[in-house]
């Protein structure tokens, strides 16, 4: 397994590009020990990695998010053991470090000498890091499926139907007190793929009553107005920065700047041009 990792790096030009390629395979090796294990049957995949795997986003993710759907048979550390025993066993050199406390449990694998042999790094004890994170106790109501994705290795898991995870999307943007880019790339790639996708209203005012949520909640009626104004406050060159080492294509961002997410978030240029004017005198709330 090892072997193939370093040919596949061997084949892309840039650092960048070795980065991501190297951590989505190895991202597939861990969902199919994840399924091999069985544990699709207690959890969701979600978040920007679900995205790609499901819907092609066109970025590279970081992390792998999970949410507890039944709490039978989960065991955290466990499954950390079983993962780190297969990587070893794959021939990487692993060592990991976890957090079971918390209702956001995590776990680093931590692959030494990787980033090295890819000719990644000139530095032989750098190390890269895959993080896996499961919500043990998420908001209610969200919809589920399985999907069957062969990105690597052929592997079945449960999921949340798109609606719901644009819901995740929508709640990160309007609770996180710092500008994470990719957040402000995936809404104008989900509205661009998906016109009149609207978010699960239940599962939205319930993750935001789990994070606090003090002003006026989002309606099925109001809720782009939420979102507009948090675009527009963001500070783009932060989102550029943030996102552009992690996308297929950088050029995407020419495509993805702040007017065009904001038109996308109105639904049509009419509208933009008619409304952005009162607008720019209207407050709705919402973390930048």
């Known amino acids: 397994?090892?072997?193939?990792?370093?040919?596949?790096?061997?084949?892309?030009?840039?650092?960048?590009?070795?980065l991501n390629?190297?951590?989505?395979?190895?991202?597939?090796?861990?969902?199919?020990?994840?399924?091999?294990?069985?544990?699709?049957?207690t959890t969701a995949f979600l978040g920007g990695t679900a995205l790609r795997f499901l819907?092609?986003?066109?970025?590279?993710?970081?992390?792998?998010?999970?949410?507890?759907?039944?709490?039978?048979?989960?065991?955290?550390?466990?499954?950390?053991?079983?993962?780190?025993?297969?990587?070893?066993?794959?021939?990487?050199d692993i060592s990991v470090s976890y957090n079971e406390k918390k209702t956001v449990q995590h776990a680093f694998f931590k692959f030494g000498g990787l980033m090295y042999e890819t000719g990644i790094s000139p530095l032989k004890d750098q190390k890269f890091s895959i993080k896996?994170?499961?919500?043990?106790?998420?908001?209610?109501?969200?919809i589920l499926k399985t999907d069957v994705v062969n990105k690597y290795f052929p592997i079945s898991f449960l999921s949340y139907d798109i609606s719901s995870l644009f819901t995740g999307k929508l709640n990160a943007?309007?609770?996180?007190?710092?500008?994470?880019?990719?957040?402000f790339f995936d809404i104008?790639?989900?509205?661009?793929?998906?016109?009149?996708?609207?978010?699960?209203?239940?599962?939205?005012?319930?993750?935001l009553k789990q994070t606090g949520w003090k002003k006026e909640m989002p309606t099925e009626n109001n809720w782009r107005d939420f979102l507009y104004e948090v675009v527009k406050g963001a500070n783009w060159k932060k989102v550029e920065q943030d996102v552009k080492n992690f996308l297929e294509n950088p050029s995407d961002m020419?495509?993805?700047?702040?007017?065009?997410?904001?038109?996308?978030?109105?639904?049509?240029?009419?509208?933009?041009?008619?409304?952005?004017?009162?607008?720019?005198n209207t407050q709705i709330g919402g973390n930048t």
């Open 1 to 18: 397994m090892k072997d193939y990792v370093l040919e596949l790096v061997s084949q892309q030009t840039g650092l960048n590009a070795k």
């Open 21 to 41: 390629i190297m951590r989505e395979y190895l991202q597939a090796y861990v969902l199919k020990v994840m399924h091999n294990e069985g544990v699709f049957r």
């Open 55 to 92: 819907y092609n986003l066109p970025r590279f993710s970081e992390d792998l998010d999970f949410s507890i759907v039944k709490k039978d048979g989960y065991k955290f550390v466990e499954l950390v053991k079983k993962l780190r025993n297969e990587l070893i066993l794959a021939g990487y």
């Open 132 to 142: 896996i994170e499961i919500d043990t106790n998420p908001p209610e109501g969200a």
């Open 173 to 183: 943007l309007l609770c996180r007190g710092y500008t994470k880019g990719r957040d």
């Open 188 to 207: 104008g790639w989900y509205l661009s793929k998906w016109r009149d996708l609207t978010p699960n209203m239940t599962l939205l005012q319930n993750g």
């Open 254 to 280: 020419n495509v993805f700047n702040k007017e065009n997410v904001l038109k996308l978030i109105l639904k049509n240029e009419t509208l933009y041009s008619q409304t952005n004017a009162s607008r720019n």
